[in-house]
């Protein structure tokens, strides 16, 4: 009997809570359908098409538990967790507790091709979702993240060592109608083939800015940074190699620059460019570049119903490499 009443007690406290919260629901499904040609030196044309829910449609709610207290859920296609946090009020700043977007994500650009890549492989600097502790003081944002240890392309190794996690930070500020944003990230590990031992060091440093302009705007971002493969997606190879007892940093800068404007409610258009450009030590003819442009016009059928046909070009550089490029539209419902 006595677990009994203990039980119906934690269900009513349970309940009492749930009531208590405010859950504000929310949802977005996505199709993609792109026709892409890709050319590739001394080879043929290959031409293909692709429809597909994409992978970044989701469902979640935003809960209010009180001034203090609250929280974020999202999932994407499947059993996939996208976000899941709690954060905590604390009066002079806030703590967060969960997965979410790092300090280290600059989305500068409405870029749908593929997936809504948004530039972040081709300029834009994007360390992506991440379990993470992070402080917030006002538009200052400092978080702690797992160390990624698999950019180092090929060392053989057998064993890693890890013996502090990685640091993130961003600080943003405006004047007017100018946005400016800058954010940096760090981390440090040891690999070893049973013989050999190397340190990865990694770094990334980005700044941002946007203007707008009555209906018009510009944004553009750009980074700098050490292997940044451990920290932030890249088109063009991200991570540090290896040579005899000697580690073979990669150095990369990337940036890209949109703008665009709104015509009236249902439509409005955006034109993009970015580029990356890569580099190991220590090893001759080693450079990889990318750069990438597009044109789009995001049309508002009703309110939350989305088509946004786009056309664009991914050029790699390199002699031998394909360019591709592609054009079709972004299918949208949000609910």
Not at 231 to 251: D, F, K, P, Y
Not at 266 to 290: P, T
């Amino acid at each position: 009997m006595k677990k009994l009443i203990v039980l119906v007690v934690a269900m009513v406290m349970v309940a009492t809570s749930a009531y208590a919260a405010e859950w504000n629901f929310y949802g977005s499904a996505r199709v993609m359908t792109w026709w892409t040609t890709a050319e590739a030196t001394g080879a043929a044309d290959v031409d293909a098409f692709n429809m597909a829910q994409q992978g970044n449609s989701r469902i979640g709610a935003k809960v209010k538990v009180s001034d203090e207290l609250s929280g974020h859920f999202e999932y994407g296609n499947g059993i996939d967790s996208r976000i899941i946090y709690g954060e905590w009020n604390f009066g002079g700043g806030s703590l967060l507790i969960g997965q979410t977007y790092s300090p280290l994500c600059m989305f500068y650009s409405n870029q749908v091709y593929d997936e809504d890549y948004g530039m972040i492989v081709w300029g834009a600097a994007y360390s992506g979702r991440n379990p993470m502790i992070r402080l917030t003081y006002g538009d200052f944002e400092v978080a702690l993240l797992p160390v990624s240890a698999s950019d180092v392309v090929d060392s053989g190794t057998s064993a890693t060592e890890i013996s502090s996690p990685a640091i993130e930070a961003s600080y943003g500020i405006k004047f007017g109608n100018l946005g400016l944003k800058i954010a940096g990230g760090y981390q440090t590990y040891e690999i070893n083939d049973g013989t050999t031992s190397w340190d990865i060091d990694s770094y990334v440093i980005a700044l941002g800015a946007s203007f707008n302009v009555g209906p018009g705007y510009i944004k553009a971002t750009g980074y700098t940074g050490e292997n940044p493969g451990g920290l932030i997606s890249s088109w063009v190879g991200g991570g540090a190699t290896t040579t005899g007892t000697v580690v073979n940093n990669r150095e990369q800068v990337g940036f890209m620059v949109a703008m665009g404007g709104k015509f009236n409610d249902m439509l409005s258009v955006e034109f993009g460019y970015g580029q990356v450009r890569s580099e190991l030590d220590n090893v001759a003819l080693s450079d990889d570049d990318v750069k990438t442009y597009y044109a789009q016009a995001a049309i508002t059928v009703a309110p939350g119903v989305y088509i946004i046909p786009e056309i664009g070009v991914i050029d790699n550089e390199e002699a031998g490499t394909t360019e591709t490029t592609y054009f079709g539209a972004k299918w949208q419902i949000n609910f």
